[in-house]
């Protein structure tokens, strides 16, 4: 029998992360506010297309640079972007759990190599996946087709047999239009339970449980 693999988003998921502690020390190495600091990355394009894999890093860094005067390097500038980010223990748990019981699982993230590095360099945990799938590589963000499509061809099941936890509802609501198994996360409590009763019911979703997906 087919067994079921467990898709994890990244951010929010397994690693919380706090963007305003970048945009405050890019600011004090630049000529602009924090506050001017956010609006550009987050009201214009660059951040997007940084990770679509659009642009290279050295093309994100040298357009930031310019754009808000940063008067550092490009390593200090990757080290105050991609600083940002903290474990979630429960959800690392909860992953080693599925490792230990014989589960396959992969990261489907929209991210950059920056963020990657780091957490690969930083939390040992990220090591523990059999595939990954990030959207500066794929070319594409969640929740895009393109996305998607590269991890069924990576996981190589059906896929009434992927199951797909993320924090996003839109990024959800992608998974279960192809017919995966898809769970909002909102706490490692509630993933917990509804993963656990999913996995003892041979998954064999509730008529319940799937109405709350397609509204979620």
């Known amino acids: 029998m ?4 467990i898709v994890f ?3 929010k998921v397994l690693v919380d992360f706090d963007y305003s502690i970048a945009i405050s020390r890019i600011a004090n190495r630049s000529t602009r506010s924090p506050t001017e600091v956010e609006q550009f990355f987050f009201h214009s ?4 297309d940084y990770e679509s894999g659009r642009l290279t890093r050295r093309e ?4 930031a640079r310019q754009a808000i005067s940063f008067r550092g390097t490009m390593e200090e500038f990757g080290n105050f972007f991609a600083d940002i980010f903290t474990e979630i223990p429960p959800m690392i748990e909860l992953h080693a759990e599925l ?7 992969y990261i489907f993230s929209n991210t950059n ?3 990657v590095e780091h957490i690969r360099r930083n939390f040992r945990f990220l090591g523990d996946f059999d595939g990954y799938i990030y959207s500066y590589e794929a070319g594409a963000m969640k929740p895009e087709a393109k996305m998607y499509e590269a991890l069924e061809l990576l ?3 059906r896929r009434s047999k992927i199951i797909y936890l993320d924090d996003r509802p839109e990024n959800v609501a992608g ?7 898809t769970f909002l996360h909102e706490t490692p409590e509630k993933t917990r339970a509804v993963l656990e009763s999913y996995l003892q019911s041979g998954g064999q979703s509730s008529a319940s449980r799937q109405k709350t997906a397609r509204t979620e």
Request: glycine share 12%; no cysteine; charged share 35%.
């Open 113 to 115: 190599d920056l963020a």
């Open 155 to 157: 996981a190589r099941r």
């Open 45 to 48: 394009p660059l951040l997007l």
């Open 99 to 105: 490792r230990q019981r014989g589960f396959k699982t």
């Open 60 to 63: 994100f860094f040298d357009q």
């Open 9 to 11: 988003d990244l951010g």
């Open 175 to 181: 998974g279960l239009a192809r017919g995966w198994r």
């Open 2 to 5: 087919e067994k079921s693999v």
